[in-house]
C-alpha cells in the first residue's frame, strides 16, 4: 500500500488499492451471532436474538460483532424481522402514503441527493411527521429494540434518529453510487480542502439505516452494496470518478428484503439504490440517519444575529481597502453558520446539488457583489425561515 499522506487529492486515488480491500470474503466463524453469510453480508435474524436482552453481556457481544462488521468488516449487515409487527408497518406506511398524497397535491417538488429530483416519491424528515401525526404508531415502530442496539453498537448512548422515506416507482432508475453523510453530501473539491483524519472520522458520526416497508425482490431494485469499500481511506474522492463507479456496477452486490427487515451500514460503504424492473411493486423503505449525540459545539450562538451585525462593518473595512478578501474570508468563517445542515428539506430542498448553501456562502456572495445590507439581511431571513422545522 502506498505511503498515507496528511491531504487527500483526487489524484491519489488508485483503483488497484481499493480491488485490494474490497475483494476480501467473509468468514461465517467471524460472526457466530449470524444466521447465515450472504453475498459476503452477514445476515442475523432478529427473532433469534430477542432473547439476548436478558443478558447484558450477550447483547454487548451480540453490539460488538455488529461494530466490528460496520468499521472493520464488510461494512453492511442485515438484521432479517428487525420490525417483526406487519400490522404496525402497514399502518406507518399507510401515514407515509398520506404524506405523500398531500406533496403531491400541494406540487410541492421533493428533490433527492442522489437521483433525478421527482424520479423517486421522497418524505424528508419522516421523523418529525411520523411523530406528530400518529404519536403512537411512532411509539409501536421505534420501541423495537433491534433499532436501538444497533444504534447504540455504532455510536453509543444519546443518539439522534432521524429518518427519511424514500418510494421508488416501478421503473425507476438506480443511483449513482456515492458514499453518505458527512462528507459524502460534499463536492470533491469541498472533500479535498478537509484533512485525510476528518475523512475517517466522517463516517464515526453517522449510522445509516433503512426498513423495508414491503417485499422487495431484486426485480425492485433494493439497494446494491460494495463489501468493504468503507475501508478506503480516499473513498470521499474516489466515488465521483469514474473508474471506480464503473468497478462499482460490475462488483456489487444486492440482497432481497422481506417487509421487516433492515439494512444498517458504515455511510462511507458505497452503495446505490438499484434499478425498480418491476411492473407493479413501489418500493418503499424507511432510510435512518443515526447520528452522533457528539456532533454539536458547547455554546448556543445567534449566528443569523451575528452575521447581519457583522456584514456592515465587513463591508465599509473591504471597501476601505483595509481587509483584503482573503481576510474577510477569515472573518465569516469565524461568524456564520459553515454547514447546510441541519435543515428543513421540504422548504430547502437539495434541488441542484446536494446541499443547500450555507450562511457563509450567502455572506460570501454578498460581499463579492457588495450587497447593501439590507438585501443580505432579508437574504439571511430567507435562508433562516427555510431551515425552521
Known sequence: MREQPFWLSPEQCHLDDFIHLTSRT?????????????????????????HLAEDSASLRALQAEWGRALQDGPGVLVLARAVPDHAVIDAVSAVFQDLIDEQHASGAASGDHFARPGANDRIWNAQQKLCLRAPQLFARYFANPALAWISTAWLGPGYQMTAQVNVVNPGGAAQSPHRDYHLGFQSESASSSYPAHVHAMSPMLTLQGAVAHCDMPLESGPTLYLPYSQLYRAGYLAYHQDQFRDYFEQHHVQLPLAKGDAVFFNPALFHAAGHNRSSSIRRMANLLQVSSPFGRAMEA??????????????????????????????????????????????????????????????????????????????ALDSKNARQQP
Open 26 to 50: 467473509t468468514l461465517a466463524a467471524d460472526y457466530p451471532y449470524a444466521a447465515s453469510v450472504q453475498s459476503n453480508v452477514p445476515v442475523y435474524d432478529c427473532d433469534a436474538l430477542r
Open 301 to 378: 450562538l445567534d449566528r443569523h444575529k451575528m452575521s447581519c451585525t457583522l456584514y456592515p462593518a465587513l463591508l465599509a473595512l473591504c471597501e476601505q481597502g483595509l481587509l483584503s478578501a482573503s481576510d474577510a474570508q477569515h472573518a465569516i468563517a469565524a461568524c456564520a453558520e459553515g454547514y447546510a445542515f441541519p435543515g428543513n428539506l421540504d422548504r430547502d430542498p437539495p434541488i441542484g446539488g446536494m446541499a443547500p448553501p450555507t450562511q457563509q456562502q450567502i455572506m460570501q456572495q454578498a460581499l463579492d457583489e457588495r450587497w447593501p445590507a439590507a438585501r443580505l439581511v432579508d
